[in-house]
């Protein structure tokens, strides 16, 4: 059942009370109930398309609140928006011209699919998988592969969300197809804690860090038994020479804040426990075993047998069994969400907690639902959120107020990435003609040439984060760096100032330049602005066509996802 | 004096900032009208406030420095290791043998010795003790440095308001100017002395260099026009700070030092970032933070810091001296703070481990009653007995000796958010 | 000689304090201990309770207990060097030896001469029965080539008591003549010591034990691997052997199965094996066979180690560490 909270924010984890009472009841709840569970009949049926769902929930709230929603972006927009987040870069200006003159009814689904489909959607949606799953931790044997390999290869195959998540968490090591998955586990078996915690984000959109210490102080739904029962789970997992190998059994003791030493039981976020006789610690025999396994793994360089009683399954097993999955259903809903629209129906994405619901709680429920009856399918709830028209509104607000994020009344700015900054900074500052006349295999070959090229730059770009603060390191990159000069304003063969240098008018230069950089015709003042610039240094006329380059790519229009 | 901004209702957010005229407007959820704020400020009045400008060193003792081999030595207990206590040139205050240098400087030093923070993970006791708070889910707030840089920095200023070094890797956390802003972001320094790219390149002139700036600020300007985000904000922001931080690079050029004060604060990485923290607090930069990374030694305890803590003596005791022949230690704070302290345990790689129940910190000149001690720890270190101090009142305290009102308020749309936790007041007796 | 697969425990002593030196005399049941508690102890090993009597104490951590006869020399963390009439129970001089804390202190094998090890990073020999200053050996640098303080950890007597040897933080080794104090030789086991400039700007390390071989021609030499997480002593445990005056290595060995630092070495009296212990969290004894060049057998000993008694035939182990005596038998 939804319990109604006031309205006050208060802190997680603070040791004292704040000064200001707060009224509300304290609910333990298993985490299950507190998702405010809505009884199936209150839904949409089943039957309907992802899309017409989110809309239907997205409208409804809207109207509920009195919010009227900005309106739907156009064409050229669009294609921007979905180009950039479906295959992680700007579309070229032959694209974007074809798709807004494009008069068939059906050309936004075709648009969307064709994207899904092509190879790009894997490569950016592996970068961005791996930048979610937090893969920064250093350490790793090349001969392993990375887990973003992994990923782009899954993906490839058009593995489902739950076998990723099975095969990262249980890796076959010897099978070629998973190279690479074997290295999230890897790299955090030297800090169990952080092990944890990484995987109940990751997968659960659960950050229970807080409860080591202590249980959560205004988290009912989150207490030390939850963050140890997790951490038993995982605990047992190590590295015996190289390979990833797990113990029989183990025990977890942890001093709660008060009271006496507890020991600590395979118990999921549901509160739903595994039974086992394995909770203790390993004898002088198994101790030996262990030994023997890692001399004789790293002998052989294969990894040692799975033990009879293997926890770390069990975690896996329970966490997607039907009656257990909600928050594993709940937290890829969350994480797809918010990739597209740029907030999460809950947010932050790592507190999904009954003391932090989503304003649309009925369409969460729907859409974990149905990711969960469709086989975690990553491409059907990928193309259901952006074929919604609550995605698809514009970013345009000129009002003085902007209705409240929970909304999705108007369309969020989002950053974009460094690498689809990078490959988008390839595409614009190109000839647009040398993408004419190209083959669908021979055009997707010259992309991901651009993007392979864009990687070393993308490198001098921080990643962004919610609530980004972009940098003056920055600006100051953009405005003084060789490098930044070299790679995209330099004039040679088949680049957009190669081509501008041939031209003679200053208003066909300020034409084709934006254009190219910003997918749409120069307004009036643009072409002005940019014609006097260019007037202005008619001794120099290069330098000056490389400044009005610069000032385009550097601009916010260019910078942002709109 | 209270500024109301709003009416309250959302409606009207943003009516001061469209009156002012400004061309970008930050969402929901930013501190709106901060920037305005510096402009509202009436000529005298900012003179007033900024005449004795207070600024900040925060060393940073990232990995969590042993306070028993520094500020409260525990020697002959069991817990006190091998390392012994000295006398100082304050009677009754002794600190660790390794820091003899600071034992001729106490007079102009306060040590807190009874920090109970709780958090001994390094991110949760980081972002702790660099806010004085933890984050709430939904407001995030400010750490110290962009709260000094927004009540010291100046609206015109040439110089940044708040820069960071943190050359290590490990450990590294990153300013945060959290609902303030991006105007109060820092300025990072992760590799090398010096930010790079602040010089023009040879192939644009200066007028170009700033009116191809010009160009690229009429696009962003137009947009921004008729869209709206924080991050939007700070991107444009960036860009505006370009020139002006240009222009600070010889602050950071440690050759323009003499020979004879580059010696003194000796070769390595942590007395060369103070160097040039001391250049910048010279030159008004209000808040510098230099990370001395990494202190976290599970293992060999005595050994690392019988390596750092010597070298840590030398260079504060190089600056506090510097500071003072300068007439600057009434003006600046050095702060020492980590994310927390050492176990009085000993372990059997004779290292110690986290610890948060009982630790110290230092804060010399800069408004701080020198001399002082504040804080008692029992005879092994374990606990805190007397004059505990927790997050919240060591930042009230630390914002009391700048001349910050610790309960003062900004806003985050509507909401007032007091600058330090309610309830949490300064220690009196420490603040000059 | 016993060999090592003969080693087997025979007690093992709970401590309140890390025992960071321990001596005993010859056929003598009694040992000496230096601890972390200040206090320079002596125990009996037959007692069915081992409860070892407090003699005296520094001011500060004891590192090294060396026995010239019967005088007991001590030296710690106070700088300090104790001379102690065991026979009679008191003290005979107290000795101002060294400007910063003293890390080691032996015994020439004549009983002669006392050899202190310090991290003003000198090493200075005294006359055991008079106590006096004989030599000041100066060889190794204060600082490290980052610039930061370094120590000076350990110091042995070779068998026939005409050289000393000496190593540092940084791996510098130096061999010397025990009798005029001349630098007759020095060797390099950079390995040893890990300074990281990137992660954490600090280093962890050194070489901490040295011993001849029992013809004085080489010098082995104990420490750790290099090391990537610098916040633990997380390499397996390694020593080098020299040719000292050839200057070469002669032998490495990596205990694949014993994590942490050698803090101390020796020869057996016949050279057939060399023993090395040490620790990190857990503690490790190593056997190696120096001329074949492999390693003989690594046991797990119950506490971190950092100093041993080898009784002359080699049948008697006593081992001091963090909060434990244990006591092996060989053969």
């Known amino acids: ?562 | ?432 | 000689m016993p060999l090592p697969d003969t080693l087997k425990l025979v007690k093992d002593f709970s401590r309140p304090s890390i025992a960071f030196a321990i001596a005993r005399a010859p056929k003598s049941n009694q040992i000496f201990l230096g601890s972390s508690d200040f206090k320079v102890s002596a125990g009996d090993l037959t007692a069915t309770k081992f409860e070892p009597k407090d003699l005296y104490a520094h001011a500060s951590y004891v590192t090294g207990v060396a026995l010239a006869g019967e005088t007991l020399v001590s030296g710690g963390y106070d700088g300090k060097l104790t001379w102690w009439d065991t026979k009679n129970a008191k003290a005979i001089r107290s000795v101002e030896a060294h400007a910063k804390w003293v890390r080691k202190v032996v015994a020439s094998p004549d009983g002669k001469r006392i050899a202190s090890v310090a991290d003003d990073m000198l090493c200075k020999i005294w006359d055991a029965e008079a106590g006096k200053l004989i030599h000041t050996l100066k060889g190794h640098e204060e600082k490290t080539p980052t610039f930061f303080v370094s120590m000076l950890y350990t110091v042995a007597y070779s068998v026939d008591g005409k050289y000393l040897a000496t190593a540092d933080k940084v791996g510098h080794v130096v061999i010397w003549d025990a009798t005029t104090g001349k630098e007759l030789s020095s060797v390099e086991a950079p390995t040893m010591y890990t300074w990281d400039p990137k992660a954490r700007m600090h280093s962890i390390g050194g070489v901490r034990s040295v011993a001849f071989s029992p013809d004085s021609k080489w010098l082995a030499v104990g420490g750790t691997g290099k090391i990537g997480n610098i916040d633990h002593l997380e390499a397996k445990a390694r020593v080098e052997v020299f040719d000292w005056q050839a200057k070469k290595q002669v032998a490495e060995f990596v205990a694949d199965k014993s994590q942490g630092i050698v803090n101390r070495l020796e020869f057996a009296k016949d050279g057939s094996w060399l023993l090395g212990a040490g620790g990190a969290g857990e503690g490790f004894l190593i056997f190696m066979d120096v001329a074949g060049k492999k390693i003989i057998k690594q046991e797990k000993a119950p506490m971190h180690v950092h100093d041993f008694v080898l009784s002359d035939a080699a049948d008697s182990l006593v081992l001091a560490g963090h909060n434990k005596v244990s006591q092996y038998k060989l053969g």
């Open chain 1, 1 to 562: 059942m939804l319990i109604a909270l006031p309205a006050f924010r208060f802190s997680p984890c603070r040791s004292r009370p704040p000064m200001r009472t707060l009224c509300f009841a304290t609910v333990a709840v298993l985490g299950f109930c507190a998702f405010g569970q809505t009884r199936a009949a209150e839904l949409l049926p089943n039957n309907r398309p992802i899309e017409v769902v989110i809309d239907h929930y997205g409208d409804t709230l809207l109207k509920t609140d009195e919010i009227t929603a900005g309106p739907q972006a156009d064409d050229a927009t669009l294609i921007r928006r979905l180009t950039l987040d479906l295959v992680g870069r700007i579309p070229t200006t032959a694209e974007t011209d074809e798709y807004v003159k494009s008069k068939e009814p059906q050309k936004r689904a075709k648009l969307i699919d064709r994207l899904i489909a092509s190879p790009g959607f894997v490569r950016h949606q592996a970068s961005q998988f791996d930048v979610m799953l937090n893969n920064t931790v250093a350490g790793g044997d090349a001969r392993k592969g990375t887990v973003r390999d992994y990923l782009a290869a899954a993906l490839k195959e058009g593995k489902s969300w739950d076998k990723i998540f099975r095969e990262l968490m249980l890796p076959n090591e010897a099978d070629p197809k998973q190279k690479g998955a074997s290295e999230y586990l890897r790299g955090r078996l030297t800090d169990a804690d952080k092990l944890t915690n990484d995987v109940s984000v990751a997968f659960f959109g659960v950050n229970v860090s807080c409860a080591q210490c202590h249980d959560h102080p205004l988290v009912a739904d989150w207490k030390q038994d939850h963050f140890f029962g997790m951490k038993s789970f995982l605990a047992r997992t190590y590295d015996a020479g190289g390979f990833l190998a797990e113990r029989e059994a183990g025990l977890i003791k942890f001093k709660p804040a008060k009271g006496v030493e507890r020991s600590a039981k395979l118990m999921f976020l549901t509160g739903t426990e595994v039974k086992t006789d394995t909770l203790r610690e390993l004898s002088k025999d198994e101790q030996k075993k262990e030994k023997e396994f890692t001399d004789k793994s790293k002998a052989n360089k294969t990894a040692p047998p799975a033990p009879a009683f293997s926890a770390r399954a069990k975690l896996v097993d329970l966490a997607l069994k039907p009656g257990e999955s909600e928050f594993f259903a709940r937290s890829i809903v969350n994480r797809l969400w918010h990739r597209f629209l740029g907030a999460g129906l809950v947010n932050p994405l790592d507190q999904m907690h009954s003391e932090n619901p989503p304003a649309m709680p009925e369409l969460l429920t729907w859409l974990a639902r149905d990711v969960a009856a469709n086989g975690y399918d990553l491409k059907r709830l990928t193309r259901g959120i952006v074929m919604s028209k609550t995605y698809s509104r514009s970013s345009v607000n000129t009002s003085q107020s902007l209705p409240a994020s929970k909304y999705f009344a108007i369309a969020k700015l989002k950053p974009m990435t460094p690498l689809q900054l990078a490959t988008s900074l390839k595409i614009a500052t190109a000839d647009p003609t040398t993408f004419d006349n190209l083959k669908p295999d021979e055009f997707e070959k010259r992309i991901e040439s651009l993007e392979s090229a864009a990687r070393g730059f993308a490198g001098s770009i921080a990643q962004p984060t919610d609530d980004f603060q972009i940098g003056v390191g920055e600006a100051l990159l953009f405005s003084n760096s060789d490098r930044a000069i070299k790679e995209f304003l330099n004039d040679s063969g088949g680049t957009l100032l190669g081509k501008v240098k041939t031209l003679k008018d200053n208003g066909e230069i300020a034409d084709l330049m934006v254009k190219t950089v910003f997918g749409r015709a120069a307004k009036v003042e643009e072409r002005t602005a940019i014609a006097e610039y260019l007037q202005k240094r008619n001794d120099r006329p290069l330098e000056a066509q490389k400044h009005v380059l610069w000032a385009l790519v550097t601009s916010a229009e260019f910078r942002f996802n709109y």
């Open chain 2, 1 to 432: 004096m209270p500024r109301n901004f709003f009416c309250g209702s959302t409606d009207h957010a943003l009516t001061r900032r469209s009156f002012l005229g400004a061309a970008t407007f930050a969402g929901i959820g930013a501190a709106t009208g901060m920037s305005s704020l510096n402009a509202l400020a009436a000529p005298d009045l900012a003179k007033d406030l900024k005449k004795n400008q207070k600024r900040v060193i925060l060393l940073w003792l990232a990995g969590g420095a042993s306070q028993l081999e520094t500020w409260d030595p525990k020697p002959g207990a069991v817990t006190g290791g091998p390392f012994r206590a000295i006398p100082t040139d304050v009677p009754g205050i002794h600190i660790s043998e390794l820091m003899p240098e600071m034992a001729k400087r106490m007079k102009t030093t306060c040590i807190i010795r009874g920090l109970d923070t709780k958090n001994g993970d390094h991110g949760g006791g980081a972002k702790l003790m660099t806010r004085g708070r933890r984050d709430e889910s939904g407001v995030k707030y400010p750490d110290l440095g962009a709260v000094v840089a927004r009540e010291m920095g100046r609206a015109e200023s040439k110089v940044p308001d708040y820069v960071t070094f943190y050359s290590q890797t490990e450990g590294r956390i990153s300013g945060d100017s959290g609902f303030l802003g991006s105007r109060y972001a820092p300025m990072e320094l992760t590799s090398g002395n010096s930010p790079e790219f602040l010089k023009r390149l040879d192939g644009i002139n200066e007028l170009d260099h700033q009116q191809r700036a010009d160009l690229r600020d009429m696009f962003s300007k137009q947009f921004s026009r008729e869209h709206s985000s924080n991050t939007l904000a700070s991107h444009n922001e960036a860009y505006e700070r370009v020139r002006g931080i240009m222009a600070s690079e010889t602050l950071f050029d440690i050759t323009k030092e003499p020979q004879k004060i580059r010696d003194k604060y000796g070769k390595t990485q942590l007395g060369e970032q103070a160097l040039i923290a001391r250049r910048l607090v010279e030159a008004g930069v209000p808040f510098v933070r230099v990370a001395r990374a990494w202190w976290d030694s599970h293992g060999q305890n005595f050994e690392t810091h019988q390596e750092m803590v010597p070298e840590l003596d030398h260079v504060m005791a190089t600056l506090t001296d510097d500071l003072k022949e300068r007439g600057l230690l009434d003006d600046v704070m050095i702060v020492t703070l980590a994310e927390f302290g050492r176990t009085p345990g000993i372990n059997s790689s004779l290292g110690r481990d986290h610890f948060a129940s009982a630790w110290s910190m230092s804060m010399t000149g800069g408004g701080i009653k020198g001399g002082s001690v504040y804080g008692k720890t029992d005879d092994k270190g374990q606990k805190v007995i007397a004059e505990e101090v927790n997050a919240a009142n060591l930042f009230a305290t630390i914002y009391s000796a700048l001349g910050i009102n610790p309960h003062k308020n900004y806003y985050v749309g509507a909401r007032p958010i007091p600058l330090v936790d309610p309830g949490a007041e300064p220690i009196k007796s420490v603040v000059g």
